[in-house]
């Protein structure tokens, strides 16, 4: 079965940083790229970060352009998301998605979804 299981979430004061992991099984990894999306209650799901089968490319929402940093290792089935300067805005459930083509999973969703990480980021 296909698993995305994501961690490092937690609670966390605006101005400070927090990294994401999630870690993937049952898929061929390296032939998926690999992305970020996020809900806050009351909003719609939102897309965050995505990166290509090697990282080699990578697209951000412009909400987090600059802060947030996407990144994986090929080798352990990883992919990241390294958030800095984060806001109160920023409060969400964080999701792990995954899918072959990258451009389909930032315009219109992923293949598979993880579980979810709660990110709350006080004032």
């Known amino acids: 079965q296909v698993q995305l299981v994501e961690s490092g979430g937690g609670l966390v004061q605006a101005g400070n940083s927090m990294k994401l992991s999630c870690v993937v099984s049952?898929?061929?990894?390296?032939?998926?790229?690999m992305g970020w999306y996020r809900q806050a209650p009351g909003r719609e799901r939102e897309f965050v970060a995505v990166?290509?089968?090697?990282?080699?490319?990578?697209i951000y929402a412009d909400s987090v352009k600059g802060r947030f940093t996407i990144s994986r290792d090929n080798a352990k089935n990883t992919v990241y998301l390294q958030m800095n300067s984060l806001r109160p805005e920023d409060t969400a459930v964080y999701y792990c998605?995954?899918?072959?083509?990258?451009?389909?999973?930032?315009?219109?969703?992923?293949?598979?979804w993880g579980q979810g990480t709660q990110v709350t980021v006080s004032p």
């Open positions: 990166a290509s089968w090697s990282g080699g490319i990578t």
């Open positions: 049952g898929l061929t990894f390296s032939r998926h790229a």
């Open positions: 998605a995954a899918d072959p083509a990258y451009n389909r999973l930032a315009a219109v969703g992923p293949d598979y």
